[in-house]
Nanobody, 126 residues
Framework: QWDLVESGGGTVQPGGSLRLSCAAS????????IGWFRQSAPGKDRVGVS?????????YYPDSVKGRFTISVDNAKDTVFLQMNNLKPEDTDHYYC??????????????????WGQGTQVTVSS
């Protein structure tokens, strides 16, 4: 059975930083593209914020986070990280990771994945 577990969320002030982690079990991330998505409420569309192909490190970022977020993969630990800097109140949301076989850009734009974890809450507030 494979699983994805997100962690690292919390409450920070505007301009602050957080580092989210997504740990995979039951499979190896090296075979997939991994993405981080945000969702404002259950039933709402998930929006891609960073996606990376584990095999070669190709990444995609939407303009809203470009220069502030960095996605990385530790294949030895089957863990994906999302470094979030210069956080803004509008970054507040529940964040999830998932995997797919699509390209990073396609994954982030389409918002689909094979499996979703429970997510982790990010709140940016003064």
């Amino acid at each position: 059975q494979w699983d994805l577990v997100e962690s690292g969320g919390g409450t920070v002030q505007p301009g602050g930083s957080l580092r989210l982690s997504c740990a995979a079990s039951g499979f190896t991330l090296e075979d997939y593209t991994i993405g981080w998505f945000r969702q404002s409420a259950p039933g709402k569309d998930r929006v891609g914020v960073s996606c990376i192909r584990s095999r070669d490190g190709e990444a995609y970022y939407p303009d809203s986070v470009k220069g502030r977020f960095t996605i990385s993969v530790d294949n030895a630990k089957d863990t994906v990280f999302l470094q979030m800097n210069n956080l803004k109140p509008e970054d507040t949301d529940h964040y999830y990771c998932t995997v797919t076989k699509r390209s990073p850009q396609a994954m982030c734009i389409r918002g689909t994945g094979y499996s979703w974890g429970q997510g982790t809450q990010v709140t940016v507030s003064s």
